[in-house]
């Protein structure tokens, strides 16, 4: 497994259907019909993306190898914690240790930005995210329900990781 870095994402467009490609991948076989690309629109679009830099304190970053750009993260910063809104990886280098790697690189942002935990939420039936999370070190800390509008909720864990 090569080198990994966090390289800022400058050109949303570009990352935005990076994104696209990933997702319909990655959740159209496992969400309702519809619900996949009102996500994509909703969470992964360009002009959300720039809100959320703008108003949210959003970072977004590509993860980057000698081979090139083999996924993407968010990471938003709170007053108190690091939020992980994104973080996924191209099918072909799931399951390679990369989520791992990228992990790594997100702690290191969250000690220079002197944050003390790092929080997400996950899907409660994504299970190869909450193992992966669980062996990382993450507690689980409590369940929620999210409306998300157009008749989705988002069933998930919210999640905690302390430096």
Sequence with gaps: MSAMRLQEA???????????????????????????EYMIELFHSEKVMREQIEKANYHYFYLE????????????VKEDQLFLSKLYVVKERRHQ?????????IKEFARDHALPKITLTVKRTNKPA???YLKWGFLITKSIDTDIGSGFVMPDYVMEYSL
Aim: no cysteine.
């Design 65 to 76: 190898t000698e081979e090139g750009r083999i996924g993407y993260t968010a990471l938003s």
């Design 130 to 132: 909450i193992d992966a």
């Design 10 to 36: 400058s050109d949303l467009r570009e990352l935005a259907e990076f994104a696209k490609a990933i997702w319909l991948e990655h959740w159209k076989p496992l969400l309702p019909e519809g619900q996949t």
């Design 97 to 105: 240790g990369y989520g791992g790697k990228a992990f790594e690189l």
